[in-house]
C-alpha cells in the first residue's frame, strides 16, 4: 500500500525566512496530495492540495510543488509569520481510493 | 452549516468501561472517517465509511466498533477501555467524487486510567 514519508519532522525558523517541508509518496498511482495544518489543540484544516495533472499551485504565501517522476512533493511558505507555528501534515491518495495516506508531520516554529 | 460536529470534548474513563464518540455532519457527505491522533504523533486511521450501512477497517481496528445507520452520523463505540486508548479522536468527512478534501470535526480528548 501506500506509504508517505515527511521531512523534516521539526523545522525552526525566523520570522520572514521561507519554509519548505518535503514529503514522498510510494505509489505512483496517487494523484491527489493535500497539505492540513494543525494549531495546538486544534483540527487539522486543509490548507492547500494539488492534483497530479499540475506540477505547482499558490495560494498567497503558500504554494505545493509536484514531481510525479519523483514522487515527492513539498510545501513552500514565504514571508513566515508566528501565526504559521503549528504541525503541518502532507497526505496522499488515488482515484478510487477512500482514504488518505497522512505523512508524520512535521511541527514549524517561526519565532519572531 | 456546523460541518463536523463531535461529543462530548473531553472524557474521563476507567479501564473496562465503555463509551460511544458521536460524530455528525451536516454537509451531506457519503464519506466519513475516524482517526486517533496519540501525544506529538500522527493520524491513524480507525474505521472509515463510503455510506450509510458500509464501514471498513482502517490501520488500527482493534478494540472500536462504528455504525453507520444514516449518512450524518458516524459513531464510534469503545467496549472495554483500555489505557492504550488514551488518545486525541478525530472524525472527518468528504463529498463524494474524485480528489475531494477531508473536514475535520473538532476531536474528543480522551484519558482512560
Known amino acids: 500500500g501506500e506509504n508517505v514519508e515527511q521531512h523534516p519532522s521539526t523545522l525552526s525558523v525566523q520570522e520572514g525566512d521561507s519554509a519548505v517541508i518535503k514529503c514522498t509518496y510510494s505509489d505512483s498511482a496517487s494523484n491527489y496530495f493535500p497539505w492540513y495544518k494543525q494549531e495546538l489543540g486544534k483540527r487539522p484544516q486543509l490548507i492547500i492540495d494539488?492534483?497530479?495533472?499540475?506540477g505547482e499551485k499558490k495560494d498567497q504565501r503558500i504554494a505545493v510543488t509536484l514531481n510525479k517522476t519523483a514522487k515527492h512533493f513539498s510545501l513552500h511558505i514565504t514571508e513566515t509569520q508566528p501565526e504559521d507555528s503549528a504541525v503541518y501534515f502532507c497526505?496522499?491518495?488515488?482515484?478510487?481510493?477512500?482514504?488518505?495516506?497522512f505523512g508524520t508531520g512535521t511541527r514549524l516554529l517561526v519565532s519572531p | 452549516n456546523a460541518g463536523v460536529t463531535q461529543t462530548p470534548k473531553f472524557r474521563i474513563l476507567k479501564i473496562g468501561q465503555s463509551m460511544t464518540l458521536q460524530c455528525t455532519q451536516d454537509?451531506?457527505?457519503?464519506?466519513m472517517y475516524w482517526y486517533r491522533q496519540d501525544p506529538g504523533m500522527g493520524l491513524k486511521l480507525i474505521y472509515y465509511?463510503?455510506?450509510?450501512?458500509?464501514?471498513d477497517k482502517g490501520e488500527v481496528p482493534n478494540g472500536y466498533n462504528v455504525s453507520r445507520s444514516t449518512t450524518e452520523d458516524f459513531p464510534l463505540r469503545l467496549e472495554l477501555a483500555a489505557p492504550s486508548q488514551t488518545s486525541v479522536y478525530f472524525c472527518?468527512?468528504?463529498?463524494?467524487?474524485?480528489?475531494?478534501?477531508?473536514?475535520f470535526g473538532d476531536g474528543t480528548r480522551l484519558s482512560i486510567l
Open positions: 494539488i492534483r497530479s495533472n499540475v
Open positions: 465509511s463510503v455510506g450509510a450501512g458500509i464501514t
Open positions: 472527518a468527512s468528504r463529498k463524494s467524487g474524485l480528489n475531494q478534501p477531508q473536514h
Open positions: 497526505a496522499a491518495s488515488k482515484e478510487g481510493f477512500q482514504k488518505l495516506v
Open positions: 454537509m451531506n457527505h457519503n464519506y
